[in-house]
């Protein structure tokens, strides 16, 4: 706090985007501590096997089929070449979303149930579906973001 009993940044409760980022250097295995650690291992491209970990989190192999068709993961996992940076960024920017969505939800259930149902916020569409664009992505994130914060989405 700072003289005027006022919570500074990086004081009292963490953020829904500090604890996601924080869940998916866990997923990965990675350290990242910041979006820039994000951006960067994007540019780098992640390697095909971290699509399992989608799976493994919750989603269908249909649900995150946009972000590499399987006879594309097959080839890349075959040919040991990472992600494109497109490709890592869909992936990462999945994983985040979900880990928010757990951290603000409570559960990996409530979380999966919020983004997979229709809301008249997203034009009665999930978020889920506008996960596929990076502009859906910035308007789940911000919606999650509300949430935490005690607004109504």
Known sequence: MDKGGEFTAGEGMESASAKALAQVSRMLSTPIDTALDLAALTRKGVAPELMTVLIDSGFTRREVDWIVPARTLSHR???GRPLTPNESGCLLR???ILAMAE???GSSE???GWLRKPRRAFGDISAMELL???AGGQLVEESLGQLDEGYFA
């Open 77 to 79: 996992r075959r040919n």
């Open 94 to 96: 999945t994983m985040k």
């Open 103 to 105: 951290a603000v939800l």
């Open 110 to 112: 409530r979380a999966f």
């Open 132 to 134: 596929r664009t990076e």
